[in-house]
């Protein structure tokens, strides 16, 4: 079972809003995931870090969203300003190695609802 | 390009009969696979995963899934369905070549039935 912790599990805001969320990776985990879950079941990669450094992020991310991995602190991800289409369950993975044939383990999400 | 699709949104299946949850993938070489379940509030839960070797790949909780090379598949299978099976099912894939992040399918919601 995954040890992945997700703060807060749920999350409401206005437009225009911050939205903070936290991850706090399985114990020994250097690679950490997010990801994006809409309504409609689709899934978008956000960023990726190892340790305190990013490994990939998309477009999208570098706008709106920013994200961070502080050493000894958990992770975490903000969208500084909160539109209607940002609501979604976002997912916290982490993995040992960040190797494809890694099992990245999942967290329970912090559903954001964007009113 | 990566891609998976997964073609039936929901599958209705009497408790005790057999399932499939078809995957289809899209990648120039041969992927990282896996199937995930998700029940309602939590989390993705790895029930399987596939690089190479057996295409027959056994998984937690009695399910199996096929990786077929020529059909670009990773099937889903199990022998006899729980009412506890019911939750949403997604394929996945990491291209070999193409970082290490997870392309998901939109996912199949299974409903088991008495």
């Known amino acids: 079972n995954s040890k992945v912790i997700q703060t807060p599990r749920y999350l409401v805001k206005g437009q225009g809003q911050k939205a903070k969320m936290r991850c706090i990776p399985e114990?020994?985990?250097?690679?950490v995931f997010w990801y994006q879950q809409n309504k409609n079941n689709e899934f978008k990669f956000l960023i990726n870090?190892?340790?305190?450094?990013?490994?990939?992020q998309i477009d999208m991310t570098e706008k709106r969203f920013s994200a961070e991995c502080p050493s000894n602190s958990p992770c975490s991800l903000e969208i500084q300003s909160s539109e209607a289409g940002d609501s979604a369950l976002y997912l916290c993975a982490s993995s040992l190695e960040g190797l494809g044939q890694d099992t990245q383990y999942f967290g329970p999400g912090t559903r954001l609802l964007v009113l | 390009a990566q891609s998976v699709t997964q073609p039936d949104a929901r599958v209705t299946v009497s408790e005790g009969a057999s399932l499939q949850l078809r995957c289809k993938y899209s990648?120039?070489?041969?992927?990282?696979l896996f199937w995930y379940v998700q029940y309602p509030r939590q989390g993705l839960q790895l029930l399987l995963k596939y690089y190479s070797g057996d295409p027959v790949v056994q998984g937690v909780n009695s399910f199996e899934a096929e990786f077929s090379k020529s059909n670009s598949s990773f099937h889903l299978q199990k022998a006899s369905v729980h009412w506890s099976d019911s939750a949403v099912y997604f394929c996945a894939l990491i291209g070999a070549n193409s970082g290490t992040y997870q392309r998901f399918g939109t996912g199949t919601k299974l409903q088991v039935v008495p």
């Open positions: 990648y120039s070489a041969t992927p990282y």
């Open positions: 114990k020994g985990h250097p690679v």
């Open positions: 870090f190892q340790n305190q450094e990013v490994l990939q």
